[in-house]
């Protein structure tokens, strides 16, 4: 079975300060990374995904995460948050048939 | 069109009522998913429809009862419902499944609130 470990349920931060959330998973096959996020009321949207190649992807609102097969981690990063970037940021990996989530991170970035 | 619509957005409905949700999206994917969300959660799958035939049920109470009309279409009728059941319902779909390329594109749910 596959599995999602996300390392922190809540981070704050302050305006310009650098991210990055931690994201293990458990599958002993080849598997498909995601980032979601979810603003506040609203819809689950993809920031990123990684299938196969380059490990290091860049999603939309300048988000990243680098995918690392030897510690089997999918950290997602990026330089300088923004007010907007609060939310609920959701990994999720699909081994074979079902998409399975991290409990989530819920990033509160201060003015 | 790269759009999963759900509706209504908001459904409050009493323990003895029959209602339904309803999921569409024009995008020719030919798997669709039902998942549950309650708050500060993860999505939690339901059900899995591929081809318009049902392939994962995740032990779902029969209260909860899927149909897929068509291929674009995906429904979830709701009848004598618990209050537990209160939860943000979300729709989504992929191109197919059983492949581990499998995005999946997500609806902006359905409150359900259960009296």
């Known amino acids: 079975a596959q599995s999602v470990s996300q390392h922190n349920h809540h981070v704050i931060l302050s305006e310009a300060a650098s991210l990055e959330l931690g994201c293990n998973y458990s599958?002993?096959?080849?598997?498909?990374l995601f980032w979601y996020v979810q603003y506040p009321g609203q819809h689950l949207q993809l920031l990123l995904k990684?299938?196969?190649?380059?490990?290091l992807v860049k999603g939309i609102k300048g988000f990243e995460a680098e995918f690392i097969k030897s510690k089997f981690s999918f950290n997602l990063r990026k330089p300088s948050v923004q007010w907007s970037d609060t939310a609920e940021y959701f990994c999720?990996?699909?081994?074979?048939?079902?998409?399975?989530f991290g409990k989530g991170t819920m990033l509160l970035v201060s003015p | 069109d790269t759009e999963v619509t759900q509706t209504p957005k908001h459904l409050v409905m009493g323990m003895t009522n029959k209602k339904s949700l309803k999921c569409e999206q024009h995008?020719?994917?030919?798997?669709m998913y039902w998942y549950k969300q309650k708050a500060k959660k993860p999505p939690e799958l339901m059900f899995v429809?591929?081809?318009?035939?049902?392939?994962i049920n995740e032990s779902v109470p029969s209260r909860f009862s899927p149909e897929c009309p068509n291929s674009s279409l995906l429904n979830l009728h709701l009848h004598a419902l618990q209050p537990e059941d209160s939860a943000l319902y979300l729709c989504?779909?992929?191109?197919?499944?059983?492949?581990?390329?499998?995005?999946?594109?997500f609806g902006p749910g359905t409150r359900l609130t259960v009296l």
């Open positions: 989504a779909s992929s191109q197919f499944s059983g492949s581990a390329y499998n995005e999946q594109f």
């Open positions: 599958y002993g096959g080849t598997v498909n």
């Open positions: 990684y299938f196969s190649g380059d490990p």
């Open positions: 999720a990996v699909n081994g074979y048939s079902t998409l399975t």
């Open positions: 995008m020719g994917h030919r798997a």
């Open positions: 429809y591929s081809y318009e035939k049902l392939s």
